[in-house]
């Protein structure tokens, strides 16, 4: 018997093993995400309109005016609540799916966080309730700095079992735009559905990677 | 023969994993501004929007999207491989037909202190005011609004856009050198006959609201021609 057969043999089932499970394990885990805790994900959308503020900057005094522009034949709950879904669906942490009428939720009462008791969650079929509230769109019009779109949303994971708030991130995005509210609004308000569109695209991105950091 | 084995094992669960990156096929991320719309690709039904395109051969391909109520579009759509073309459509919805012309609204025409009462009469090419003590007249044609939005008006300083709901403001137009804000209302029609501005204001809300939308449609229905004129 050679001295390299003799020393090689000890170690050889060692590692056969150990590359078998790891075969194993590969296998098993598309069972381990059978295993994942569900979220059933709410949202309220608090405004259907862009709020601008048209800001007028003279010498010795500042001019602002709110002005409420409607976003029409938009479906912004749809569009928010489509790109949230996709955008979960790559978190493989959870079983994510949209609030249904089975789980009592109410999206505006759970949003107001300083009313918010742990009965208003108790009646959801799954583990945990993602809360997205969106507070609005809006958009500056400025005489100095740069106009802008912005979108304020926040995200909030409570835990079905005990109501507790397991954590709660603000999104704030924005994206610029011409500052012409005539153009902002021609050929059916084109470019505001666009600048909602890429807002909302960012609110979603700005989620994604701040629920990376979340843990629980 | 056992290591050829184990090797096989280990590369097995990689296997689609190779397949994917070797793909050479593409994917469209199709939305519409509507919501649910029927999606067809290249003439074929594929579903509703939103939805993602996969294994999309790469190339120009034609996207269709039709919904009741709206014209159909249809657009070109370049595909590249193993990247996803994303596709944000607006779609035209076909025009509700306007009211009977001239439309009449009581109204409460802003003033930088105080206001006044008087008649508006809205019709296709124009606003028209009256006050009640014939002081105040305007003859306002659509096409010189500048803009046109739900405000009180301007302030010394206000808060974050974010925030405030619009439905309680007025319908302001901005026209060269001045804006012009109005609340529409209705009147109590038992109110004894007098000054319109000592009788009772009701829907000044629902009104106002109505007011605005049908300035908004002429508005924006007026901008396509206007552009037309400026490039000329």
């Given at each position: 018997?050679g001295?390299?057969?003799?020393?090689?043999r000890?170690?050889?089932?060692t590692?056969?093993?150990?590359?078998?499970?790891?075969a194993l394990?590969?296998?098993?885990?598309?069972?381990?995400?059978?295993s994942?805790?569900?979220?059933?994900?709410?949202?309220?959308?608090q405004?259907?309109?862009?709020?601008?503020?048209?800001?007028?900057?003279?010498?010795f005094?500042?001019?602002f005016?709110?002005?409420?522009?409607?976003?029409?034949g938009?479906d912004?709950?749809?569009?928010i609540?489509d790109?949230?879904?996709?955008?979960?669906?790559?978190?493989?942490?959870?079983?994510?799916?949209?609030a249904?009428?089975?789980?009592k939720?109410?999206a505006?009462r759970?949003?107001?966080?300083?009313h918010?008791?742990?009965?208003?969650?108790?009646?959801?079929k799954?583990?945990?309730?993602?809360?997205?509230d969106?507070?609005?769109f809006?958009a500056?019009?400025?005489?100095?700095?740069?106009?802008?779109?912005?979108?304020?949303?926040?995200?909030?994971?409570?835990?079905?079992?005990?109501?507790?708030?397991?954590w709660?991130?603000k999104i704030?995005?924005?994206?610029?735009?011409?500052?012409?509210?005539?153009?902002?609004?021609a050929e059916d308000q084109?470019?505001?559905?666009?600048?909602?569109?890429?807002?909302?695209?960012k609110?979603?991105?700005?989620t994604k990677t701040?629920?990376a950091?979340n843990k629980? | 023969?056992?290591?050829?084995?184990?090797?096989?094992?280990?590369?097995?669960?990689?296997?689609?994993?190779?397949?994917?990156?070797?793909?050479?096929?593409?994917?469209?991320?199709?939305k519409?501004?509507?919501?649910?719309?029927?999606?067809?690709?290249d003439?074929?039904?594929?579903?509703?929007?939103?939805?993602?395109?996969?294994?999309?051969?790469?190339?120009?391909?034609?996207?269709?999207?039709?919904?009741?109520?709206?014209?159909?579009?249809?657009?070109?759509?370049?595909?590249?491989?193993?990247?996803?073309?994303?596709?944000?459509?607006?779609?035209?919805?076909?025009?509700?037909?306007l009211?009977?012309?001239?439309?009449?609204?009581?109204?409460?025409?802003?003033?930088?202190?105080?206001?006044?009462?008087?008649?508006l009469?809205v019709?296709?090419?124009?606003?028209?005011?009256?006050?009640?003590?014939?002081?105040?007249?305007?003859?306002?044609p659509i096409?010189d609004?500048?803009?046109?939005?739900?405000?009180?008006?301007t302030?010394?300083?206000?808060?974050?856009?974010?925030?405030?709901?619009?439905?309680?403001?007025g319908?302001?137009?901005?026209?060269?050198?001045?804006?012009?804000?109005?609340?529409a209302?209705?009147q109590?029609?038992?109110?004894?006959?007098?000054?319109?501005?000592?009788?009772?204001?009701?829907?000044q809300a629902?009104?106002?609201?109505?007011?605005?939308?049908l300035?908004?449609?002429?508005?924006?229905?007026s901008?396509?021609?206007?552009?037309k004129t400026?490039?000329?």
């Amino acid at each position: 018997m050679g001295f390299g057969s003799s020393a090689r043999r000890p170690h050889a089932p060692t590692l056969t093993t150990m590359l078998l499970l790891m075969a194993l394990a590969c296998a098993v885990l598309p069972l381990q995400a059978q295993s994942q805790p569900q979220v059933a994900v709410v949202f309220n959308l608090q405004s259907n309109d862009l709020t601008v503020i048209d800001a007028k900057y003279r010498v010795f005094y500042n001019k602002f005016e709110k002005k409420t522009l409607p976003i029409q034949g938009y479906d912004l709950r749809g569009a928010i609540q489509d790109e949230f879904m996709t955008m979960l669906a790559a978190d493989t942490r959870y079983k994510w799916r949209p609030a249904e009428a089975e789980d009592k939720l109410d999206a505006a009462r759970l949003a107001d966080e300083k009313h918010r008791t742990p009965e208003m969650v108790s009646s959801a079929k799954a583990d945990r309730v993602l809360v997205v509230d969106v507070v609005g769109f809006g958009a500056w019009v400025t005489g100095l700095a740069k106009d802008r779109m912005e979108v304020l949303a926040y995200v909030t994971m409570l835990d079905r079992a005990t109501g507790r708030k397991l954590w709660k991130e603000k999104i704030f995005e924005k994206v610029g735009f011409s500052g012409d509210l005539q153009k902002l609004q021609a050929e059916d308000q084109k470019e505001m559905k666009q600048g909602i569109n890429s807002l909302i695209e960012k609110a979603c991105q700005a989620t994604k990677t701040k629920m990376a950091d979340n843990k629980v | 023969m056992p290591r050829m084995l184990l090797s096989i094992l280990l590369l097995l669960p990689l296997l689609p994993r190779v397949s994917a990156l070797a793909d050479d096929t593409g994917s469209i991320r199709i939305k519409a501004d509507a919501g649910e719309a029927e999606v067809f690709l290249d003439g074929k039904g594929v579903g509703k929007s939103p939805l993602t395109l996969t294994g999309v051969t790469p190339g120009a391909h034609q996207v269709t999207l039709t919904r009741p109520g709206y014209e159909d579009h249809e657009q070109q759509v370049q595909v590249a491989p193993g990247a996803t073309a994303k596709v944000f459509v607006m779609m035209k919805a076909l025009r509700a037909e306007l009211p009977k012309f001239p439309v009449q609204y009581y109204a409460l025409h802003q003033h930088a202190a105080g206001a006044c009462n008087g008649i508006l009469t809205v019709t296709a090419e124009a606003l028209d005011y009256k006050s009640s003590d014939g002081k105040d007249v305007f003859h306002i044609p659509i096409d010189d609004i500048k803009s046109l939005s739900r405000s009180m008006g301007t302030a010394w300083w206000t808060s974050s856009p974010l925030s405030t709901p619009g439905e309680y403001a007025g319908c302001r137009l901005e026209i060269p050198g001045r804006s012009l804000g109005f609340f529409a209302y209705e009147q109590d029609p038992g109110a004894p006959a007098g000054p319109i501005e000592n009788r009772a204001k009701f829907r000044q809300a629902e009104k106002t609201k109505e007011l605005f939308e049908l300035v908004y449609r002429l508005w924006m229905d007026s901008l396509p021609r206007r552009q037309k004129t400026a490039a000329k």
